[in-house]
């Protein structure tokens, strides 16, 4: 028997399998998708079985597989296809797209490290020896006792036995230790909440067909009680003996929400996010392989779990662009997902208040069924927004709060009312110029301005993350005159604690929340009533439920619709709606009050009437005007390299290879400098292409990327359906 063994091999072209003799005593072990050691030149590497054969045909003598690296890891034959669908539609290796689909601590790495836990038991090696051994020595009380004790219970712990008794008794061969293994997260204490689902969510539960494949968009504004629906069809597939998948965007939202899918499914339920530790995400997906679990909750990759027996998969706030992975391979996870449900016959389903403009017009063409709250659940209605014009603030020196919210904060503090405050901007000033010399700090490494952190008096990259210490005097000048422009969250919070004094603030940004459990304590401590003012970036835009929130304050509506990309109204409309949702989704009636220099953008009016559809409309006619998405296809090709010329010159033979080869009425625009021109000391050429059908797309960018595999100055990046330009 021979296997075909795919390995992790530097050069990304080398997308080819290597044949192996299956050792005799391994023969009925190997299965396809096994992780197993084999030789490689003078090397042992690890690589994955993707076939098993009954000859070797290759001419060439097969060496020995050395062994199985972990018996219970297989990727099943859905998973194998899975990732052979991800690198067909990323352009990635093979290698790479199994290798995104395990957790880190699974995956291939030249150090291994045993993620298993175990508790440690006392058992005993033999009874009669043990009773010879009370009787020899009936003065060795604390040995008998504990002798006795494991008689009675089977097992003893072995914290529950001090060393030397442990010793004393093993050295006697009386007893030994029992590994048992453990799980580091655990959900045996629950209290099962079952709620009734009012008219319309019980109407939206019904419409859904189990028995086959469809993708359904449940557009429900914000509070309509989508995640109660979500509960009862999961539930619904248990019964039915089948598992589910259940995604949430990345940070914030998880613990939120697999809290209440505690609640209903219990020991049930494995999680899956990013602030888990290695072994927590190593344990969460041993009990997936083993079957005990049904239901998944996790971030994007949790779209690759390997449960069996799939019977739906929702993808809530589908709307989200963590789902899309921001490095190689660029997948998206609703692509997945939906390969995944034609693949097992099931219902995906797609939840947003504010879906892309791609799932809404999906929906209206009936490629995917249209699912509709519109209603929020019991008393709560939509929150009432007013617009704030900031340019008559400015001149009244309101930088930060205009006279409005500043009334509204004080009235929500003294009824003893919740607020949250949205900008979308962290560190203290977003950059510091000279005032004699005009110097601004820029990173190094790329062409974007340093954002000062005052806490830890950094001046920091957002994009690379490099860092110094701020000085005192400019660096070029050598005068006192640095200024600080800008506002990031951390200025946010002290102004915040000098205006109202009494008030208790939070801050939830990237920097408040790097350490493990940070989110879970904040948003906890927030819900206990902890606090009063809850302000942070785009974070806490969205899926938290605090029914206390009677104001949400958006600082400054601005700074993601002045992006210039062709998706920042979509993203601002978005993110407005979504955070203005926090507000009044209990009893207690909701306000919102936005500031904005452009009161008069459709995009503020829209978010201001709630008009989900009419922002649609209007913003449908812009994407076909301008030839953008849902009418056209995007992708974004980057020319990356550390040469400046080269990298200019190698875009252009790019760009003229795609135009020799592409269909004639396929648009390909640029080259041009990306958006951050240079990024970690390395110069990026953009290219875009637009099209609606080409049907040599994809040999071409195979070709190309292959070319460029082996180019010495540049490599390319691929992006198809970029959600930035
Ligand atoms: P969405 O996900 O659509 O924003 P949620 O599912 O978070 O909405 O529901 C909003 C609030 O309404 C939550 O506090 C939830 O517990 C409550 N809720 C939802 N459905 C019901 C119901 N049928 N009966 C009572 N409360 C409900
Ligand atoms: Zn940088």
Request: net charge positive; charged share 25%; with cysteine.
């Amino acid at each position: 028997m021979y296997a075909n063994v795919i390995i992790e091999y530097g050069v990304k072209a080398l997308n080819k399998t290597f044949i192996y003799r299956i050792p005799d005593e391994l023969k009925d072990k190997i299965k396809v998708g096994m992780k197993v050691y084999v030789p490689f030149g003078t090397q042992q590497v690890l690589g994955f079985v993707i076939e098993l054969q009954n000859s070797n045909n290759t001419g060439f003598e097969a060496k020995e597989i050395i062994k199985i690296d972990n018996t219970e890891l297989v990727l099943n034959k859905e998973l194998m296809d899975v990732g052979a669908y991800l690198s067909k539609i990323t352009l990635c290796s093979l290698i790479t797209a199994y290798q995104t689909m395990l957790p880190s601590s699974l995956k291939i790495k030249k150090q291994e490290h045993n993620y298993n836990l175990y508790d440690e038991y006392l058992v005993l090696t033999d009874k009669l020896k043990a009773m010879e051994y009370i009787c020899k020595y009936p003065r060795r009380i604390a040995q008998i006792k504990t002798i006795n004790n494991i008689l009675e219970e089977g097992k003893l712990n072995k914290k529950e036995v001090s060393s030397e008794i442990f010793k004393a008794l093993e050295e006697n061969g009386i007893v030994s230790i029992e590994k048992v293994s453990k799980y580091r997260i655990n959900n045996d204490n629950i209290n099962v909440i079952k709620k009734t689902l009012t008219k319309e969510q019980e109407s939206v539960y019904k419409s859904l067909d189990f028995k086959k494949h469809d993708t359904y968009l449940l557009y429900g504004v914000t509070g309509s009680g989508k995640t109660e629906i979500y509960i009862k069809w999961i539930e619904k597939c248990i019964r039915d003996g089948k598992t589910a998948i259940m995604l949430v965007p990345e940070i914030g939202l998880t613990t939120q929400i697999a809290k209440r899918f505690y609640e209903s499914f219990g020991s049930d339920v494995a999680i899956f996010h990013s602030s888990l530790s290695e072994g927590e995400k190593y344990d969460e997906y041993l009990k997936i392989l083993r079957g005990e679990v049904h239901v998944v909750v996790g971030t994007r990759s949790a779209v690759f779990v390997p449960l069996k027996n799939l019977g739906i998969i929702i993808i809530d706030e589908e709307d989200s662009s963590s789902y899309k992975q921001d490095n190689n391979p660029r997948y998206h996870a609703r692509d997945i997902a939906i390969y995944r449900g034609k693949y097992n016959n099931i219902p995906v389903i797609l939840g947003s208040a504010t879906p892309t403009l791609e799932s809404k017009a999906r929906a209206d063409k009936g490629v995917y069924k249209l699912l509709r709250l519109r209603n929020r659940v019991g008393n709560a209605k939509l929150p009432f927004i007013h617009v704030i014009d900031m340019e008559s603030e400015m001149k009244k020196r309101n930088m930060i709060f205009s006279d409005f919210l500043q009334n509204k904060i004080k009235e929500k503090l003294a009824r003893k009312e919740q607020i949250i405050l949205l900008l979308n901007r962290r560190g203290f000033s977003t950059y510091i110029t000279c005032s004699n010399c005009g110097y601004t700090y820029k990173c190094h490494n790329c062409d974007i301005t340093l954002t000062y952190h005052k806490t830890t008096n950094n001046l920091v990259c957002h994009y690379c993350g490099y860092k110094k210490i701020k000085d005192n005097v400019c660096p070029k000048c050598h005068e006192e005159s640095l200024n600080y422009y800008g506002l990031g969250t951390e200025k946010l919070e002290e102004k915040i604690k000098e205006m109202f004094p009494s008030a208790r603030v939070i801050r939830m940004d990237q920097d408040t929340t790097r350490n493990k459990g940070m989110h879970e304590r904040i948003i906890g401590d927030f819900k206990k009533y902890k606090y009063d003012i809850l302000l942070g970036t785009q974070m806490i835009s969205k899926g938290l439920d605090f029914p206390k929130v009677t104001l949400v304050g958006v600082i400054n509506a601005d700074a993601s619709l002045n992006i210039p990309d062709y998706r920042s109204s979509e993203v601002t409309y978005s993110l407005l709606s979504q955070v203005a949702g926090r507000a009044g989704r209990s009893d207690m009636p909701g306000e919102v009050v936005i500031q904005t220099f452009n009161p008069n953008h459709y995009v503020i009016e829209c978010v201001k009437e709630n008009n989900y559809d009419k922002f649609y409309l209007q913003e449908m006619n812009f994407r076909k005007n301008l030839k953008y998405p849902p009418y056209y296809y995007l992708i974004s090709i980057k020319v990356i390299g550390k040469i400046y010329e080269k990298t200019i010159e190698n875009s252009q033979k790019v760009k003229k290879y795609l135009v020799d080869n592409l269909n004639k009425d396929t648009i390909i625009l640029g080259p041009t400098t990306a958006a951050v021109f240079k990024f970690n000391n390395e110069y990026r050429m953009q290219i875009i292409i637009k099209y609606k059908f080409d049907d040599k797309l994809m040999d071409t960018l195979r070709d190309i990327d292959n070319i460029f595999a082996s180019n010495k100055d540049n490599y390319l990046e691929i992006d198809f359906n970029p959600l930035r330009i």
